[in-house]
């Protein structure tokens, strides 16, 4: 328990020191502007499918949604660096008797980008989750939908992890973003239960900056 206290203070820290570095600019600097992107803004949408790894009862992946916002910054030709907000559904069901479990988290995904190509790039890094609601479904003629719904107190409760991930440029503005994202209670304490995430998403470019925050230099003319 206090292992996985200690891990988790150290991940809400590097958080926390990563997100202020994003977000400090030099405020005596010269701004300046080039026609090279240096960060952008942007919505996603998609899908997860979850698997619970250490798992005792054989539950089965289900499927549901995420999306959010995606802030990322350029450090340099090859690196970025993004952070985002998301609401990620996680799925389980179990086959026999029929019961559909739901869990929502609050995601804080934290991570560096390498740039292979326009077209291509790579993502690794680090993610905090926190619980926001759970509850499960199983079958009820009584219910118009046939379903009946029922809240309850999970403990798959708040967690961190780490994530790799890609991302395939489409156009101008649209991106197809794949990530797998593992609970670090998976490495950890291999008695506890831990998701296991694989998202595919879209992701779509709202706004676009091009003032230079690192490698400033003054342009002639």
Known sequence: MCRNYF???????????????????PVFSQDVYTNKESATFSFTLGLTSSDLYNDTINYTQGILFNGGL??????????????????????????????KYRFGYIDIPLYLQYKFSD????????QY??????YYLYIDPAKANGMHKKSFSSNLNDDYGVLLGAEI?????????????LSAKNFIDKRSPGFGVFQLSFKY???????QYFHKKKIAG
């Open 205 to 211: 470019v709202v706004f676009r900056s091009y003032k």
């Open 119 to 126: 077209g291509i790039k790579a993502n690794i890094g680090i």
């Open 169 to 181: 440029h489409l156009s101008k503005n649209l991106e197809l973003a794949a990530r797998y994202t």
């Open 129 to 134: 989750s926190k619980i926001s609601n759970s």
């Open 7 to 25: 891990f988790l203070s150290i991940n809400k820290a590097l958080i926390s020191v990563l997100v202020l570095y994003f977000f400090s600019v």
């Open 70 to 99: 995606i802030y990322t910054l350029t450090f340099s030709d090859k690196l970025n660096g993004g952070i985002e907000l998301l609401y990620t559904g996680k799925a389980l069901r179990k086959e026999k008797p029929f019961i």
